[in-house]
């Protein structure tokens, strides 16, 4: 067996993942091996009920590698918090798309489609899909059902918004034969493969045109009827409803959907749903290197909690969940399950974070009052304020000492990574810092000792904070809110609910708002604190208006700079070649560090996993990502229990 | 007494239709509506929606109509026993409601006998024996009990249990019983699961009772008609509990229609800790995404039960009490 080390070895570019790529994707072609299967699925084959394996496996697998072949058997238990906790069903099982990462997040590899082309230009992709793949109900998976999966995205019936149906670049399909197709874009789009090898490539595989069509009225002329028999006021609200999109909360809602996961629903997630339980997928079109049918593990159960994560953390300390990161892997719980280790038989996993930062502070520079506009603009303002802040005083209180002084930037793992961006006026200096809010024309103070801004009022920033989703972010701004009082800027913190949070990005009167440094590692696909590139993009919110033309009513023309990099951005997105991509994006950076947007506070630290000591082949180090969906993409099939 | 019944009856219909006014709009007062929250919870995945898809969806869940059109469908919906549809869910309101509404009150009308039966008792005693041993301990635990918050304490429950028996509390009911039907094995089961969220509930309200019947029942005490008995005659458990016990009993029986509501908002925290699947978690996930439809029917049945348990407790107080039930002549 071919083992693969996945230890970290820091090299020059600080920490870094290493180790042999463990998904051996591409395979010669040929028959399958059809070794094994799950002894549960045997006596089903023998009562007819279940065809064979070699009838069921496809021509050419998708082989797995790992470092040990495994048993199979065995339950993996985990946690939900709260019924609309879809992310960890994504994260966990319905991460299966055209194509995939490499462990590494490196590298895109075939998944569903055993191989691919690319144009020069980046605008025509032609797939080859593997033939013999078949839906978790036995029906062939087919080009039949990307083309409906295309229609249904481009309906604007059907309430779903993704690449397939994106009005600024949308796709049209071309379908050659039965596994042969092709993406042709209207502009370049070089990043697709990327794309698509994220959790948006799952879109496109989420619906199987034999289910869903029956519930809408190009294939079904009783479509409307039917659906007000079941109780549903239009045909549309009851396809969504059956047939949700990509990761849609009520998509899991449905055991009669077929799906192309390893596990398939048994008791789905309603509203009352206190346990969510899969069992194994017999169709499952991936092997190990030895020929069995994946995967190993027979069942997933996930309890689904009430909205708290209390009883989920007691039960991790007990040994009653084999793999789970999310929600209890916290910061003041770690000691807890440090020491929980020996007597509860688990041991504890590295987990990266995929966020650079622990809190970006976000001023608006497209504030609607011209006074703090102009400050918010003004670089030097914002320099002042990231020398006023004690980075290190608050990575002790709040974080026991973990993590380092850092700015909004690609973390010290990614490709990307720049020291000088990274580290930047993260100095702690009050002279530095009152010499800056001086040559931002702000001088005189009041009896408080804060600035006058420029129409005689002080220099008050209002900080909106969502502190439910970390509560970390209120502790944090309460001390910054004091080291930046000394320094002569009052900060009012605003902690409010996620609604209104957005609402008031596109009123555009808010002076600041906090969230955690997202595209750490991902820098490329999600440049948000880069340049004005989202809705993200808060601190600059009418400037990606303008770049991405969402809500045209709104949008202003950014700043010189601001459109160098969207510029250049557009550049990054035509080119063919990963290395033209890198280079290009390297230039949107460097005026990054010399605009410097964002003020950004701690290198977000390592967090960790909680691994049963008898679950095998499991990832002693992961990262945690959204675009990257962990642990799915550690290839959880190959995981087994001793 | 019939007409007492009547004259209430009416007042509690009226109360009703108010109520079912100001439930309404409350849900609508928060900004947005539940396709706003939604775009959040997607643009926070970094997911983004075509403006024209969140437009037909605002037509087709009949977002964009004025507030009395809306209120006119919901409610004439209601009388119809129809509650409308959970947009998170994309199921009928009453589908989701009524088995968490059903846990709700099984557990907390537990609490509140629970909690009769521990009250009641101590309350005398410590009124009887004022300033005893007994009544400073009463007192003592009373306040603490008053003081700690319940989710708190279920928290340390917990913890308690976890480190002492190494066991994981919480829950209702154990997996294999959480979908059966009811049967003598899954109400054992239930109640093996229930008693410690049920003492949890029931301690906070335990030292409330505890004190109110105290100050009562001293009250009581004191008057001459106690005396009276006293030098008839007859036997001092006989005297107290005849008369001043029963007098003292009042203001607990007129509280009734509170308790349940007071219990449903007070149990949110605990649920949630505790991971019970009643009313409580329910209402709050629905109000934060603003699932309007599924927060008002919940929000409208609490205040029913609350209307409802006012109407029982008058009955019962013009039961218990000559005073009032003559009162109206």
Redesign the interface.
């Known amino acids: 067996m071919k083992h693969s080390s996945f230890g970290l070895s820091r090299g020059q570019g600080g920490l870094r993942l290493a180790g042999a790529v463990a998904v051996a994707a591409l395979m010669a072609a040929g028959q399958a091996l059809a070794a094994g299967q799950a002894p549960m699925l045997d006596a089903l084959v023998e009562s007819g009920e279940l065809p064979p394996l070699e009838e069921r496996l496809p021509v050419n697998p998708m082989v797995v590698e790992a470092d040990a072949i495994g048993t199979y058997g065995g339950t993996w238990r985990m946690g939900m918090n ?3 906790d879809n ?1 960890l069903i994504v994260k966990t099982v319905a991460y299966d798309s055209l194509v995939r990462y490499d462990h590494e997040w490196k590298s895109v590899v075939p998944n569903l489609a055993e191989s691919w082309e690319a144009s020069e230009d980046a605008t025509e992709y032609t797939f080859k899909l593997r033939e013999g793949v078949k839906w978790s109900d036995g029906t062939p998976f087919t080009t039949a059902d990307i083309a409906f999966a295309v229609e249904m995205y481009q309906d ?7 690449w397939i ?1 994106n ?1 600024n670049n949308p796709v049209t399909l071309e379908v050659i034969d039965d596994y042969n197709f092709k993406f042709i874009f209207g502009t370049p789009n070089g990043m697709f493969m990327e794309t698509l090898a994220g959790v948006d490539g799952i879109h496109i595989t989420s619906l199987q045109k034999q289910y869903c069509s029956q519930f809408h009225p190009t294939y079904n002329e009783n479509a409307a009827a039917e659906a007000e028999a079941a ?1 549903f ?2 045909w ?2 009851y396809l ?2 059956r047939c949700a999109w990509g990761w849609e ?2 998509r899991f ?1 449905n055991p009669d959907l077929p799906s192309i996961y390893a596990w398939v629903i048994e ?1 789905p997630l ?3 749903a ?2 969510v339980t899969w069992k194994r997928n017999p169709y499952y079109w991936k092997t190990d290197a030895e020929g069995n049918q994946l995967p190993y593990i027979d069942a997933l159960d996930m309890r689904v ?4 994560v ?2 989920l953390t ?2 991790a ?2 040994g ?1 969940i084999d793999f789970q990161e999310r929600h209890i892997a916290t910061t003041t719980n770690k000691p807890l399950f440090f020491d929980g280790q020996e007597a509860s038989g688990y041991h504890l996993g590295e987990v990266i974070p995929s966020a650079s930062n622990t809190l970006v502070l976000q001023l608006n520079l497209n504030h609607l009052d011209p006074v703090k506009r102009e400050l918010y603009q003004n670089k030097d303002f914002r320099i002042g304020i990231s020398h006023a802040i004690d980075r290190q005083e608050i990575i002790d209180v709040v974080f026991t000492g973990q993590g380092e002084p850092f700015q909004v930037a690609p973390r010290p793992e990614s490709n990307f990574y720049d020291e000088e961006l990274a580290k930047q006026y993260t100095e702690f200096d009050p002279d530095l810092a009152a010499e800056h809010f001086a040559a931002a024309g702000l001088t005189e103070k009041n009896g408080d000792g804060i600035y006058l801004a420029s129409d005689g009022n002080p220099v008050k920033i209002t900080v909106d904070v969502i502190s439910a989703l970390r509560p970390e972010w209120i502790d944090m701004l309460e001390i910054m809110q004091l080291q930046l009082g000394a320094a002569g800027v009052e900060i009012e913190l605003n902690n409010i ?7 008031k990005r596109p009123a555009g009167e808010f002076d600041a708002q906090v969230w955690a440094g ?1 595209g750490g590692i991902e820098a490329l696909q ?1 440049p948000r604190y880069y340049f004005p590139f ?3 993009s808060v601190w600059a919110y009418r400037w990606a208006q303008w770049f991405n033309g ?2 045209p009513e709104i949008a202003e023309e950014p700043a010189d700079w601001a459109k160098k990099q969207m510029d250049l951005y557009n550049q990054v997105r035509a080119a063919g070649s990963p290395e033209a991509r890198a280079d290009l994006f390297n230039q949107v950076l460097a005026i990054t560090k010399e605009e410097f947007p964002v003020i950004g506070v701690s290198l977000m630290p390592n967090s960790y996993s909680i691994i049963r000591d008898n679950l095998k082949n499991a990832p002693a180090t992961m990262f945690n990502a ?2 990257f969906p962990t642990p799915a993409s550690m290839d959880p099939t190959v995981w087994y229990f001793e | 007494m019939v007409g007492y019944i009547i004259q209430r009856f009416i007042a509690m219909l009226l109360t009703l239709v108010a109520v079912s006014v100001v439930a309404f709009a409350i849900i609508q007062l928060p900004p947005g509506d539940y396709l706003t929250s939604y775009i959040a919870a997607l643009s926070s995945t970094g997911d983004q929606v075509d403006p024209r898809v969140i437009e037909n969806l605002r037509i087709q869940y009949g977002l964009g109509e004025p507030f009395y059109v809306q209120y006119w469908k919901w409610i004439t919906g209601i009388l119809q026993g129809n509650f409308g549809h959970s947009f998170e869910w994309k199921r009928p309101v009453s589908e989701l409601i009524w088995g968490r509404l059903g846990n709700s009150v099984m557990l907390e009308g537990l609490a509140v006998i629970v909690m009769w039966l521990i009250a009641v008792p101590i309350g005398i005693y410590a009124a009887v024996r004022k300033y005893s041993l007994g009544d400073y301990l009463a007192t003592v635990v009373g306040f603490i009990g008053l003081a700690v918050p319940n989710f708190f304490f279920a928290l340390i429950v917990m913890y308690l249990a976890f480190i002492w028996f190494g066991t994981t509390l919480g829950g209702l009911f154990s997996p294999e019983f959480e979908n059966a039907r009811w049967s003598l094995a899954r109400i054992w089961d239930f109640l093996t699961h229930a008693w410690i969220p049920v003492l949890v509930l029931a301690t906070a309200g335990t030292a409330e009772l505890i004190r109110i019947l105290r100050a009562n029942l001293l009250d009581e005490l004191k008057k001459p008609y106690v005396t009276t008995a006293r030098a008839k005659g007859l036997t001092e458990f006989r005297t107290i509990m005849k008369y001043p016990v029963r007098l003292a009993l009042n203001p607990l029986i007129s509280t009734i229609g509170w308790l349940l509501p007071a219990l449903v908002s007070g149990s949110v925290i605990v649920s949630v800790v505790m991971n019970l699947p009643t009313a409580g978690p329910m209402l709050l996930r629905s109000l934060t995404t603003q699932d309007m439809y599924l927060a008002g029917a919940i929000i409208l049945l609490l205040s029913v039960l609350t209307v409802v348990g006012t109407l029982i407790s008058d009955i019962l107080l013009a039961w218990i009490d000559p005073r009032i039930r003559y009162g109206g002549k």
Do not use: H, M, V
Request: charged content about 30%.
């Open positions: 709260g019924g609309g992310g604007p019936d059907y309430a779903a918004g993704s149906d009005k109780g006021s239009s549309a609200l969504q409803d909360t009520i809602a008791t309603t509203a009352n206190q346990r909690s009430q909205g708290g209390e009883e007691l039960a300390l007990n009653e609910d996620r609604t209104l949070f957005y609402e997202d999600e989202s809705d993200e969402t809500r959204w675009l």
